[in-house]
Antibody, heavy 121, light 107 residues
Framework: QVQLVQSGAEVKKPGSSVKVSCKASGGTFSSYAITWVRQAPGEGLEWMGRIIPLLDITNYAQKFQGRVTITADKSTSTVNMELSSLRSEDTAVYYC??????????????WGQGTLVTVSS | DIQMTQSPSSLSASVGDRVTITCRASQSISSYVNWYQQRPGKAPNLLIYAASTLQSGVPSRFSGSGSGTDFTLTISSLQPEDYATYYCQQTYSTPCTFGQGTNLEIK
C-alpha cells in the first residue's frame, strides 16, 4: 500500500522560494503521476500540477506557470514541489497525492499528510 | 478552465437523513468526476471515482451518479462520522479543477 510522507512546515518571507518534498513508500513509484494540490486557510482545493516520474513529464496549471517546478528523484522515490516569488496569498497547506488510473479515468489516492507553508514578513 | 459548481455550499442534516450534493460542470465532461471527503485538519479522502465507482473501503451508503454536466453524491443514511466537507473534481482536462466544497454540518 503506497504511503506519501511530506516534509515539515515552512515559514518564508515574501519574494523567496519554498521546496516541499513528498516521499513515497510501499509501492511502485515511477509509474504513477504525483499531483500537487493546495488549500489556503478556510478555502477549497486548488490543483497546481503533476509529474510522471518515469517519464519526467510535468503539467502545470496556467496560474502557476513560471513559478512552480515539480521534480522527481527516482533513486529516493521523492517528488519535490518548488514555488518561487512567494506572496502572502501562497500561505496554504500543500498536499501531494498519487494519481491512480484505469483506462481513461484517473483520481487522487492516497494523499500526503499536507505541509503548511506560511508566507509572512 | 472547466468550472465546477457545487450546491449547496453548506448543509445541515440529522443522523439517518438522506443527503444529496450536486456538482455542475461548465461544459460536458462525460463521467470524469471524482468525489472526496475532507475532515477538519486532515487530507482529502477519495470516495467515488469515474462519477459512480465506489472506492475500495468506502461504506456503501455513499453513491455517485451523473454524466455530462450534472453529477450527484448521495449519502443514503447519514452517520456521525460523515460530518465533513465534500469536494467534486473533474479530470476531463487539466487543470483538474475542484468544486468549492460542501460543508455538511450536524442539525
Amino acid at each position: 500500500q503506497v504511503q506519501l510522507v511530506q516534509s515539515g512546515a515552512e515559514v518564508k518571507k515574501p519574494g523567496s522560494s519554498v521546496k516541499v518534498s513528498c516521499k513515497a513508500s510501499g509501492g511502485t513509484f515511477s509509474s504513477y503521476a504525483i499531483t500537487w494540490v493546495r488549500q489556503a486557510p478556510g478555502e477549497g482545493l486548488e490543483w497546481m500540477g503533476r509529474i510522471i516520474p518515469l517519464l519526467d513529464i510535468t503539467n502545470y496549471a496556467q496560474k502557476f506557470q513560471g513559478r512552480v517546478t515539480i521534480t522527481a528523484d527516482k533513486s529516493t522515490s521523492t517528488v519535490n514541489m518548488e514555488l518561487s516569488s512567494l506572496r502572502s496569498e501562497d500561505t496554504a497547506v500543500y498536499y501531494c497525492a498519487r494519481r491512480g488510473s484505469a483506462y481513461t479515468q484517473n483520481w487522487l489516492d492516497p494523499w500526503g499528510q499536507g505541509t503548511l507553508v506560511t508566507v509572512s514578513s | 478552465d472547466i468550472q465546477m459548481t457545487q450546491s449547496p455550499s453548506s448543509l445541515s442534516a440529522s443522523v439517518g437523513d438522506r443527503v444529496t450534493i450536486t456538482c455542475r460542470a461548465s461544459q460536458s465532461i462525460s463521467s470524469y468526476v471524482n468525489w472526496y471527503q475532507q475532515r477538519p485538519g486532515k487530507a482529502p479522502n477519495l470516495l467515488i471515482y469515474a462519477a459512480s465507482t465506489l472506492q475500495s473501503g468506502v461504506p456503501s451508503r455513499f453513491s455517485g451518479s451523473g454524466s455530462g454536466t450534472d453529477f450527484t453524491l448521495t449519502i443514503s443514511s447519514l452517520q456521525p462520522e460523515d460530518y465533513a466537507t465534500y469536494y467534486c473534481q473533474q479530470t476531463y482536462s487539466t487543470p483538474c479543477t475542484f468544486g468549492q466544497g460542501t460543508n455538511l454540518e450536524i442539525k
